[in-house]
C-alpha cells in the first residue's frame, strides 16, 4: 500500500465550517517513557519533534454536542501560542496548516481520527467559506 503513517489533508477537509480553541496548549505526555512521577513530553514518531496538544471546538453546527471538541496535536519545537483573541466572540478562531490525519478504532470500537498539525495561526482575512453539498443545494434554491 502506498499510504504509509499519517494522511495528508487540508484543514478544509478536516474543519470545512472552521475551528475555535477552547483548551490551552499543553506538552502532551509519553506514557512509555514517563515513570516514577517523571514527566516527558512525547516526539512524533516520524519527525522527532515535540508534540502539543490544544481542544478545539469544530464550527460544524450538525455535530451533535459530544462530537463538537477534539484534540488536536501540533508539532513544534517550542509551545506554540494561539492567535489572538477576537473582540465580541466567546471563543478564539484558528486554522491550522500541515494537517495530516491518522485513522484508529477507538476503545468504543468505532473509527475515530487523530489530527496532527505542523502550524497554528489566525484564520486568513481572504479565506472564502467551504461549501458544503447542502449549502450548495441551498444556494442553488435561493437563486431560483
Request: include cysteine; proline fraction near 12%; glycine fraction near 8%.
Amino acid at each position: 500500500m502506498a499510504i504509509q503513517g499519517p494522511i495528508p489533508v487540508t484543514y478544509a477537509m478536516v474543519f470545512p465550517h472552521g475551528c475555535y480553541v477552547v483548551g490551552e496548549v499543553e506538552p502532551v505526555k509519553d506514557f512509555d517513557a514517563s515513570a516514577g512521577g517523571r514527566f516527558v513530553q512525547a516526539r512524533d514518531k516520524q519527525t522527532g519533534e515535540l508534540v502539543w496538544q490544544v481542544a478545539v471546538m469544530d464550527g460544524d453546527p450538525t455535530l451533535k454536542p459530544a462530537q463538537k471538541t477534539v484534540a488536536v496535536k501540533i508539532l513544534a519545537p517550542v509551545q506554540p501560542v494561539p492567535p489572538q483573541p477576537m473582540p465580541g466572540l466567546p471563543f478564539t478562531p484558528v486554522e491550522f496548516d500541515g494537517v495530516s490525519i491518522t485513522p484508529y478504532v477507538n476503545a468504543a470500537g468505532r473509527l475515530a481520527y487523530s489530527i496532527k498539525v505542523r502550524e497554528m495561526h489566525a484564520p486568513r482575512q481572504n479565506a472564502q467559506p467551504v461549501q458544503t453539498a447542502s449549502s450548495k443545494a441551498s444556494a442553488g434554491r435561493d437563486a431560483a
